[in-house]
T-cell receptor, first 110, second 114 residues
């Protein structure tokens, strides 16, 4: 089993749709969680950190369920510019080990 | 967000030569930097963790004598691909970690070995 697993993609959605990405992690000692976005042939960019209380940034909402070892990212009112690969990132205590999920590709179409 | 630069952004070299890639954190100090490799349509693969002032920690299967890492200061880490071969052609990305454990990535270096 992979340490970080994400929904297989790609997701094809129309503009304005709401889309949710899921991610599970296997190490219960993991401490920090993030969502990154990677455009084709570009470096990953930090989208948002994920906190136990859940956090929201505009159209993006991230949630963490430690008991189920599950992280989610919700995108509301999808835009064409949201098309990218979304990476779930889990880091263990002390930040010494970072695990990236394989990523979920999102295509938003007009 | 924090800014990380990488140089060069792309390089073409002949088989057998060595290539050095620089990674700099421009507006923060990073005691820890990471080096990744990414092949087309594949996920990032961590190669090594670079800690300032100490030896890098390599992931399993990554040859430390082939991929030399030097983290000489809190803002600079270098990766040298020695005796490069065509199979080393890839997208190499570094990241620098803040005190809050957020990673910021450099723009990547596309290496092509002919």
């Amino acid at each position: 089993r992979k340490e970080v697993e994400q929904d297989p993609g790609p997701f094809n959605v129309p503009e304005g749709a709401t889309v949710a990405f899921n991610c599970t992690y296997s190490n219960s000692a993991s401490q920090s969680f993030f969502w990154y976005r990677q455009d084709c042939r570009k470096e990953p960019k930090l989208l948002m950190s994920v906190y136990s209380s859940g956090n929201e940034d505009g159209r993006f909402t991230a949630q963490l369920n430690r008991a189920s070892q599950y992280i989610s990212l919700l995108i509301r009112d999808s835009k064409l510019s949201d098309s990218a690969t979304y990476l779930c990132v889990v880091r263990n205590t002390g930040g010494f080990k970072t695990i990236f999920g394989a990523g979920t590709r999102l295509f938003v179409k007009a | 967000g924090a800014v990380v630069s990488q140089h060069p952004s792309w390089v073409i070299c002949k088989s057998g030569t060595s290539v050095k890639i620089e990674c700099r954190s421009l507006d923060f100090q990073a005691t820890t930097m990471f080096w990744y490799r990414q092949f087309p349509k594949q996920s990032l693969m961590l190669m090594a963790t670079s800690n300032e002032g100490s030896k890098a920690t390599y992931e399993q299967g990554v040859e430390k004598d082939k991929f030399l890492i030097n983290h000489a200061s809190l803002t600079l880490s270098t990766l040298t691909v020695t005796s490069a071969h065509p199979e080393d052609s890839s997208f190499y990305i570094c990241s620098a970690q803040t005190a809050g454990y957020e990673q910021y990535f450099g723009p990547g270096t596309r290496l092509t070995v002919t």
